[in-house]
């Protein structure tokens, strides 16, 4: 299910706001440093990580992840230099590469960590995370990973296990469901024992978080982690539609992304379609969640300056059980669409099994197939235990 719900975020330390501890400061101390981090990188106080680290310490180099280091790159990366501390940067989202290469961590005894993840499989930094860990544990690279709160909460867990065959990739890098609920700490220790890969890793928890608070209403300002998370209702709408964008089409996203999750359609729908796509979802009675027949101009990618048509999501917050949702929207768009929607290109990455898109293009029953979804979920809950901070 999926909730937001208001929590006085000054009562929770991010990882990152224990910096200045004695144990924190006395770990990162006569270390030579490098960073992995963000524009949400600030701490409570609003300072940035890059200059803590400048300041207080031996910091030699930065890397950065998707979406760039202090701006929000919606595509490909490059390398280049921090403008504030004149520090080499090197990207970590580049065309030919996503992880750093033995030359780039030569001269570095720790890497810290510290990323605003949205609690997703699909979204990359746990992945960017792992390819740094493969990377530093044959150089014996310490990696001091700065722990934050999951926005969707620690108890629910949600959607399909991810099948083992299909691993590894950018957007499906573990056996994780697509709402994992743990923390970018906790799978950092999950992946370090599963995959063996012997890093040495040492996660700084974040303190006051509970597993059940869901975060909404904070009190430090929201900074998007990327540019089509603009804020926090978006974050709840990228979990439920984010497997939306392998189909052939628009979610809202452009140049300014107020829309972005927020609609769905292509120029392709009709003004009478996008009117039955509206009533059939309101049909699926969906608590919380209601849809108007909606039309704007694509500013981003495929469809851009083109008129899209189809519907506009309003969300009041109620509690969701996101792969409910997403299975039931896909398996309407599926049989509305059939034909023009390009079903061959649904990923079974992102919906976590070839198995799962089969039973959408065959209409299964949500009700038979969330009997499979179930005991996978209730073994992954088992399994992740050992690895859970808090």
Same mark, same amino acid.
């Given at each position: 299910?999926?909730?937001?719900?208001?929590?006085?975020?000054?009562?929770?330390?991010?990882? /990152?706001?224990?910096?200045?501890?004695?144990?924190?400061?006395?770990?990162?101390?006569?270390?030579?440093?490098?960073?992995?981090?963000?524009?949400?990188?600030?701490?409570?106080?609003?300072?940035?990580?890059?200059? /803590?680290?400048?300041?207080?310490?031996?910091?030699?180099?930065? =890397?950065?992840?998707?979406?760039?280091?202090?701006?929000?790159?919606?595509?490909?990366?490059?390398?280049?230099?921090?403008?504030?501390?004149?520090?080499?940067?090197?990207?970590?989202?580049?065309?030919?590469?996503?992880?750093?290469?033995?030359?780039?961590?030569?001269?570095?005894?720790?890497?810290?960590?510290?990323?605003?993840?949205?609690?997703?499989?699909?979204?990359?930094?746990?992945?960017?995370?792992?390819?740094? !860990?493969?990377?530093?544990?044959?150089?014996?690279?310490?990696?001091?990973?700065?722990?934050?709160?999951?926005?969707?909460?620690?108890?629910?867990?949600?959607?399909?296990?991810?099948?083992?065959?299909?691993?590894?990739?950018?957007?499906?890098?573990?056996?994780?469901?697509?709402?994992?609920?743990?923390?970018?700490?906790?799978?950092?220790? !999950?992946?370090?024992?599963?995959?063996?890969?012997?890093?040495?890793?040492?996660?700084?928890?974040?303190?006051?978080?509970?597993?059940?608070? /869901?975060? =909404?209403?904070?009190?430090?300002?929201?900074?998007?982690?990327?540019?089509?998370? /603009?804020?926090?209702?978006?974050?709840?709408?990228?979990?439920?539609?984010?497997?939306?964008?392998?189909?052939?089409?628009?979610?809202?996203?452009?140049?300014?992304?107020?829309?972005?999750?927020?609609?769905?359609?292509?120029?392709?729908?009709?003004?009478?379609?996008?009117?039955?796509?509206?009533?059939?979802?309101?049909?699926?009675?969906?608590?919380?969640?209601?849809?108007?027949?909606?039309?704007?101009?694509?500013?981003?990618?495929?469809?851009?300056?083109?008129?899209?048509?189809?519907?506009?999501?309003?969300?009041?917050?109620?509690?969701?059980?996101?792969?409910?949702?997403?299975?039931?929207?896909?398996?309407?768009?599926?049989?509305?669409?059939?034909?023009?929607?390009?079903?061959?290109? !649904?990923?079974?990455?992102?919906?976590?099994?070839?198995? !799962?898109?089969?039973?959408?293009?065959?209409?299964?029953?949500?009700?038979?197939?969330?009997?499979?979804?179930?005991?996978?979920?209730?073994?992954?809950?088992?399994?992740?235990?050992?690895?859970?901070?808090?």
């Amino acid at each position: 299910m999926l909730a937001l719900t208001s929590l006085n975020s000054f009562a929770i330390d991010y990882g /990152l706001d224990r910096l200045g501890t004695p144990k924190v400061s006395a770990k990162l101390s006569g270390k030579k440093l490098a960073v992995l981090t963000h524009a949400a990188g600030r701490d409570k106080n609003g300072l940035h990580l890059i200059d /803590l680290l400048f300041r207080g310490f031996t910091l030699k180099k930065i =890397f950065a992840p998707e979406h760039g280091l202090r701006t929000m790159a919606d595509d490909w990366v490059e390398d280049g230099t921090d403008t504030d501390t004149g520090l080499p940067v090197i990207s970590l989202y580049k065309r030919t590469s996503k992880g750093p290469t033995t030359k780039d961590l030569e001269g570095i005894d720790a890497i810290v960590i510290d990323l605003q993840d949205v609690g997703v499989r699909y979204y990359t930094y746990f992945s960017t995370i792992a390819e740094v !860990m493969k990377a530093a544990a044959p150089l014996n690279v310490e990696i001091i990973l700065l722990d934050r709160p999951n926005l969707l909460g620690g108890k629910i867990v949600e959607g399909k296990v991810l099948d083992a065959s299909l691993a590894g990739s950018f957007t499906a890098y573990h056996t994780v469901p697509t709402r994992h609920g743990m923390s970018l700490g906790e799978l950092a220790l !999950m992946i370090n024992a599963e995959k063996q890969m012997k890093v040495h890793l040492t996660v700084i928890p974040a303190s006051g978080w509970a597993r059940e608070n /869901l975060l =909404f209403t904070m009190d430090r300002p929201w900074i998007a982690p990327s540019p089509a998370l /603009l804020d926090l209702d978006q974050v709840g709408l990228y979990a439920i539609w984010g497997t939306l964008e392998n189909f052939n089409l628009a979610v809202g996203r452009g140049q300014i992304n107020d829309e972005a999750f927020r609609v769905i359609g292509a120029p392709w729908i009709s003004k009478a379609e996008s009117v039955t796509l509206a009533k059939e979802l309101n049909a699926l009675r969906i608590a919380g969640l209601t849809f108007e027949p909606h039309s704007w101009v694509v500013t981003r990618a495929t469809y851009v300056g083109q008129k899209a048509q189809g519907v506009k999501i309003f969300w009041d917050r109620t509690e969701v059980r996101t792969d409910e949702l997403t299975y039931k929207v896909a398996s309407l768009l599926v049989r509305l669409f059939r034909g023009r929607l390009n079903i061959e290109k !649904m990923s079974a990455a992102s919906y976590g099994s070839m198995s !799962m898109i089969e039973a959408i293009k065959k209409e299964v029953s949500w009700g038979e197939f969330s009997k499979v979804i179930d005991k996978e979920l209730k073994e992954f809950e088992e399994r992740r235990k050992e690895f859970l901070l808090y």
